[in-house]
């Protein structure tokens, strides 16, 4: 059964908001960092990250977009955004461009009186059950012809299928459910139709995937 919202929040407000750097798997970082690579991200590029956790994804983007560009993070958690923030604080200069923004992503719409070239949101969609709304919210802030990046867990499919259990087991405690990770098809099947250019790649027997698209 996928988990309520209330119970996710509880989720990252306790010790996994304190540990979740040091118990991201090196692989992930590396999928992470190929995402953002892979994609057209550009000096001076406004960039809305939903989602944003304790910012793992910034430096990645912070590469790509240099001191001219903007990042806006969100998320619902005080406490994993606490992490980024302290973070900021050790990297003041290379972070000074970030705004932080505390607030549920499946009711973020309308809040912001700007609009961004691209739109991201990693290891999250699969974890809200209204992911529909969190997607087309981040899709209302992105231009015509922004990116969206988007990366997260998946049911691996065939014969891969037979690790399902495996990785649903490592991503239970930060609220990976089987139909969360489903809804990541239907997620890429909403890319397929909705956006132009869309690209997806697969890592960890398939359980892990980036895809790209551009807004119409
Ligand atoms: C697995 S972490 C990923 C963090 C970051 N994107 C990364 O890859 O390191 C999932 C994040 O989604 C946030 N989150 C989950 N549901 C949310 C919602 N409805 N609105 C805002 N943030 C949410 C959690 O607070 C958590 O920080």
């Given at each position: ?43 001076g590029d406004r960039v ?17 977009v240099?001191?001219d560009g903007k990042i806006v ?24 461009n970030i705004e ?14 700007q609009?961004f ?100």
């Amino acid at each position: 059964m996928a988990m309520e919202s209330k119970e996710i929040k509880e989720i990252y407000a306790g010790k996994v908001a304190e540990k979740f750097d040091l118990l991201m798997p090196l692989s992930f970082t590396r999928f992470k960092k190929l995402a953002f690579e892979d994609s057209s991200l550009k000096n001076g590029d406004r960039v809305l990250v939903f989602c944003c956790g304790t910012g793992l994804d910034f430096p990645h983007i912070l590469k790509k977009v240099g001191p001219d560009g903007k990042i806006v993070g969100v998320d619902f958690s005080s406490e994993m955004l606490n992490q980024a923030k302290a973070k900021g604080k050790a990297k003041r200069e290379k972070w000074r461009n970030i705004e932080l923004i505390e607030a549920d992503i499946t009711k973020f719409q309308g809040e912001l009186d700007q609009i961004f070239d691209v739109g991201v949101c990693t290891l999250g969609m699969s974890i809200i059950p209204e992911y529909i709304s969190a997607y087309q919210n981040l899709l209302s802030y992105v231009k015509k012809q922004g990116d969206i990046i988007i990366s997260d867990m998946q049911l691996a499919p065939g014969w891969l299928a037979c690790l399902n259990p495996f990785t649903l087991f490592l991503a239970k405690k930060y609220g990976g459910t089987y139909e969360g990770h489903k809804n990541s098809m239907e997620l890429y099947s909403l890319m397929q139709k909705g956006l132009t250019d869309v690209r997806k790649k697969e890592f960890f027997f398939k359980s892990y995937f980036y895809c790209t698209g551009k807004i119409r």
